[in-house]
């Protein structure tokens, strides 16, 4: 099976529709825009509230995806919400099977049921409700040395600018709507 490295932020409105795509293997990778986003444009905030034009395409944009892939869509209240709580879970349990599960659930709240997913009670039930002791996991994610700093660190070394991105190898594939063909490259090289 090819190697694809999946960079997201569960605040990235275009990582839900990618992160939601059944049957296909990732290797999930966590890591915070925010840090990006103000080290390489100046900015606080997602690029789609300073650009109000953008903004609104996107919000659009995201209906017809959702819609064509059949996944539920709410436009959240608040946006971009903080992930880092949401993220720090991801990277403590990275290696456990379960962790597309987590991950598809935190998205589902976020941008399906239009939940914070920055209280530690959502992601307390969203553990529950996937048989994990949500109690224990959020102390690991809480723990020093959670790796989600290095990882988003990993993240600009490796040149990303946004999420989601797709890494085969040395190549980067930017939006979710790069998915197939990263997944074509990834398929190409290890027969290669």
């Known amino acids: 099976m ?3 490295d999946f960079w997201f932020d569960f605040a990235s409105t275009y990582s839900y529709p990618a992160a939601m795509r059944a049957g296909v293997e990732l290797r999930w ?11 390489q444009q100046g900015i606080k905030d ?12 996107m919000w659009r944009d995201l209906e017809r995806i959702c ?25 403590a349990v990275e290696t456990e099977p379960w962790l ?23 992601l307390s039930g969203i553990l529950t409700s996937l048989g994990q002791d949500a109690a224990a996991v959020l ?6 040395g959670n ?7 990993e993240a600009k070394r490796l040149g990303l600018f946004g999420a989601p991105t797709f890494v ?20 190409a090289t290890a027969t290669a």
Not at 29 to 39: D, K, Y
Not at 100 to 122: G, H, K, L
């Open 2 to 4: 090819p190697s694809l």
């Open 29 to 39: 990778r966590p890591f915070l825009l925010g840090p990006i986003f103000f080290e």
């Open 46 to 57: 997602s690029p789609f509230n300073v650009n109000l034009v953008r903004g609104r395409y």
């Open 67 to 91: 819609a064509r892939q059949r996944i539920p869509w709410r436009k959240p209240s608040v946006f971009p919400r903080n992930s880092t709580l949401a993220a720090k879970v991801a990277c």
């Open 100 to 122: 597309p599960a987590y991950a598809r659930a935190v998205f589902t709240a976020n941008f399906a049921e239009d939940r914070d997913i920055s209280d530690r009670a959502v």
């Open 139 to 144: 102390a690991r994610a809480e723990a020093p």
């Open 147 to 153: 790796p989600l700093r290095a990882r988003t660190e």
């Open 168 to 187: 085969a190898g040395t190549e980067l594939f930017f939006g979710q709507d790069r998915m197939d063909e990263a997944l074509e490259w990834a398929r």
